[in-house]
């Protein structure tokens, strides 16, 4: 990984290293503060002498997986592929603390399954709100992990962790924001977030599935009316509660109870439940043929890779 090593990198490296056992750091900041560069950076050096993983829990921009999602990785990383995913159901964590709360502790737990030695959290970019602060401390207060670094231009995580000043757990540890991180603007996160949705749906198909036997749950529409739920993006989730695949809604068939959606190949057996989220996706943002409708009658239709 060729990033500009700071002195300050290199003495938290000979701290997590060399000083007293940990398992779990997460790395915070304000939005373009260098977050996740620094997180892979620790990850990598930490796994030369741990079995580390890397959780990424940002959904907006998110480096592991598809945006709305939050993922658990093996180190190195491959943004295409991941050990488990939980849906979050929007690119902004605000408005979805539980789902937030819940996907950290999933996963946390899913490392531990795991055996991993260490394990490195990327947070998203904190928002300087009353919503923000909140999630911050939840996620804190949630997960007690051994280490936070708190990147900061100024003082913008302080009235969350002067909460944490009298606890023994998380260790803290603040670093400036390096000059050489680039901001990215608006319009630049938006095109990252379509280009990651692109390379997720590139082998997807018009698909469904039947909604009997199967749970519906998250932000679950008026199914019956067609406008509500067209466009939303769904989880298909396994029994445990991971993510196994993301689909776009083209529409619900109430009299079959089918879901029709776009998303890649995937074993409808592994599906115990089906997730609404509140984001919605253009299928033609992601090159998906939009002017075609979900057949009707007995026409032949993908359900999914390997059938029911």
Same mark, same amino acid.
């Given at each position: ?64 997986? &598809? ?64 919503? =923000? ?80 036997? @199967? ?5 679950? &529409? ?57 984001? @919605? ?25 390997? =059938?029911?």
């Amino acid at each position: 990984m060729d990033v500009a090593v700071l002195t300050e990198w290199e003495t938290l490296r000979e701290r997590l290293l060399q000083g007293p056992p940990w398992r779990t750091l997460m790395v915070a900041g304000p939005v373009n503060a260098g977050k996740t560069t620094l997180a892979r950076w620790l990850a990598a050096q930490v796994s030369e002498h741990y079995r580390t993983l890397f959780l990424d829990a940002d959904p907006g921009q998110s480096l592991i997986g &598809p945006p709305t999602t939050l993922a658990l990785s093996r180190v190195p990383i491959d943004p295409d592929c991941w050990l488990r995913l939980r849906f979050v159901g929007h690119i902004s964590p605000e408005g979805h603390l539980l789902q937030m709360l819940s996907g950290l502790v999933r996963l946390v737990e899913a490392a531990r399954w795991h055996r991993a030695q260490r394990l490195v959290i990327d947070l998203p970019g904190h928002m300087a709100n009353d919503a =923000g602060r909140e999630l911050f401390f939840q996620m804190l207060d949630v997960i007690r992990p051994d280490y936070v670094v708190a990147l900061q231009r100024e003082d913008e995580l302080e009235p969350v962790l002067r909460c944490f000043r009298r606890s023994r757990r998380p260790r803290i540890v603040r670093l400036p924001v390096a000059e050489a991180v680039q901001e990215r603007d608006r319009w630049v996160r938006s095109d990252y977030r379509r280009e990651r949705f692109q390379r997720y749906f590139a082998g997807a198909r018009l698909r469904r599935l039947s909604v009997q036997a @199967r749970g519906l749950h998250g932000m679950v &529409p008026p199914l019956d009316n067609p406008e509500a739920v067209r466009h939303r993006l769904v989880a298909l989730c396994d029994r445990h509660g991971f993510a196994r695949v993301l689909g776009i809604v083209a529409r619900y068939d109430a009299e079959l109870a089918w879901l029709h959606f776009w998303a890649p190949p995937f074993r409808a057996r592994e599906i115990a439940t089906i997730q609404f989220g509140r984001f @919605r996706l253009d299928p033609a943002e992601v090159g998906l043929i939009t002017r075609r409708r979900p057949p009707t009658g007995d026409v032949p239709l993908r359900t999914d890779a390997l =059938g029911e």
